[in-house]
């Protein structure tokens, strides 16, 4: 065997001897310690929507759920277990005045139980009331006002001036939500076009003085809902207002659109 070969073996042998080293030593390696796991949160178990509740849906057992929630994200406004451990059967058969997303705690004052009373009564906030007015698809935007949208009530009045017929229009009440058109009280949610509601009946929601106005308003002339957007809107008015406020006792006066002349009816 020639020095060159000789010198190979022996270099190939030291290579194996460190590999072999190298590999017991790994082998022989204290395993890392684990991470420490996160300390818990303190926190409360609140009553949650357990999916998507649209606004006037009676509540089902399946559509509240339990989750824990920091101690300083919890409202006193919220359902605690806690402090109420059969929550989750007591708010079964409750309605909700809005709409929830899945996971949002149940709010008391946005849900009412019914104790008795109608489905439409259990939906109304303290201090309002349901009025019906008759109406037609010429009156209500066409037929495209849904039930939960805002509009607002316009009165159209003719009378004579000498031997003129004049007409003028005042928007009697502003920002007002509809309850429900006909026996419709849940929105269109779903479809590729807007939906035509055909109704006779719109049921809208009003503080008691603002009831009144629109029983006045609906004697003295032609009543019609006009359709709000889902944005602000300030434009032509001084301040947004809700139902007419700031009007003055036994008048239907807000704003008026000025007059024009023309032939009868």
């Not at 399946?62 to 708010?91: E, H, I, K, M, R």
């Not at 006002?145 to 004579?160: C, E, G, K, T, Y």
């Amino acid at each position: 065997m020639s020095a060159r070969q000789l010198i190979v073996l022996a270099v190939a042998a030291i290579a194996a001897i460190g590999a072999l080293l190298l590999i017991r030593a790994m082998g022989n390696r204290a395993p890392a310690p684990a991470p420490e796991a996160a300390a818990p949160i303190a926190g409360e178990q609140v009553l949650v929507a357990a999916r998507d509740i649209p606004q006037g849906a009676a509540l089902s057992p399946s559509d509240l759920a339990v989750a824990t929630f920091p101690n300083g994200s919890v409202s006193a406004s919220f359902v605690n277990v806690s402090t109420q451990p059969s929550a989750q059967a007591d708010y079964v058969g409750a309605v909700t005045r809005r709409a929830f997303v899945q996971g949002e705690p149940i709010v008391t004052n946005s849900v009412v139980q019914p104790e008795g009373r109608g489905f439409l009564a259990a939906q109304l906030p303290p201090g309002y009331r349901a009025v019906a007015i008759e109406i037609n698809k010429h009156s209500a935007a066409g037929g495209y006002i849904q039930p939960n949208d805002r509009v607002d009530v316009l009165m159209a009045r003719r009378f004579s001036e000498g031997s003129q017929q004049r007409v003028t229009s005042q928007v009697v009440l502003e920002d007002v939500r509809v309850l429900a058109l006909n026996d419709r009280t849940q929105p269109q949610t779903s479809g590729q076009a807007p939906e035509i509601v055909d109704a006779t009946v719109a049921v809208l929601e009003l503080a008691a003085e603002d009831a009144r106005v629109l029983a006045q308003a609906d004697q003295l002339g032609e009543i019609s809902l006009m359709l709000r957007g889902v944005q602000v809107d300030t434009v032509g008015m001084n301040a947004p207002r809700r139902n007419g406020v700031g009007q003055s006792s036994g008048s239907v006066r807000v704003h008026a659109f000025g007059s024009v002349s023309g032939g009868g009816r």
